[in-house]
């Protein structure tokens, strides 16, 4: 793959594989989308890089990537809408104040500490693998159980 020098400017597109995004939808929230034109949804989502294109020098195109959504997250609720909308505005202050907001690179580091207040309360990673855990082994005690019957 070619390197690009710190200042080439890449262009980002989305390719049209959507389905994280429409699985983290709940059936209201696509109904409000739908019947509401222009109504935000605030999502926290996983970008990956599927291809790229490179142009000659003298071509004088940007070189794109092509990035795809490989998990998305979305608000189901205002407080976890503010949230997240406040840590994108902490994160785009960060950004001008850092003056990286045209840079290509990683981008800003540490959102952990913008959201472990407002999502406390939520499972850690260790919780949910428990609950998954558990929610298994009842299901196959129960096919057992039938099994007997």
């Known amino acids: 793959m070619p390197k690009l020098t710190k200042h080439a400017r ?10 994280f995004v429409d699985v983290a939808l709940t059936a209201a929230q ?7 034109p222009g109504k ?4 926290i989502v996983q ?21 795809r959504i490989i998990h998305a997250e979305v608000a189901r609720d205002e407080d976890e809408a503010a949230s997240l909308g406040e840590a994108g505005r902490a994160m ?10 045209d840079e290509v690179g990683q981008g800003p580091q540490g959102v952990t ?8 309360g939520y499972p850690s990673e ?5 609950h998954e855990e558990a929610k298994a082994a009842r299901a196959r005690e129960l096919e057992r159980a039938a099994k007997l019957r």
């Open 126 to 130: 260790e919780e949910f693998q428990r």
């Open 30 to 36: 696509k109904r409000e989308l739908f019947e509401n």
């Open 92 to 101: 785009y202050r960060r950004r001008r104040m850092d003056g990286t907001l």
């Open 10 to 19: 890449v262009t980002a597109k989305l390719d049209s594989a959507a389905e």
């Open 113 to 120: 500490a913008i959201l472990s207040a407002d999502f406390a």
């Open 40 to 43: 935000i949804a605030f999502a």
């Open 47 to 67: 970008l990956q890089s599927t291809a790229y294109t490179g142009h000659a020098e003298t071509e004088g195109k940007d070189p794109q990537v092509k990035l």
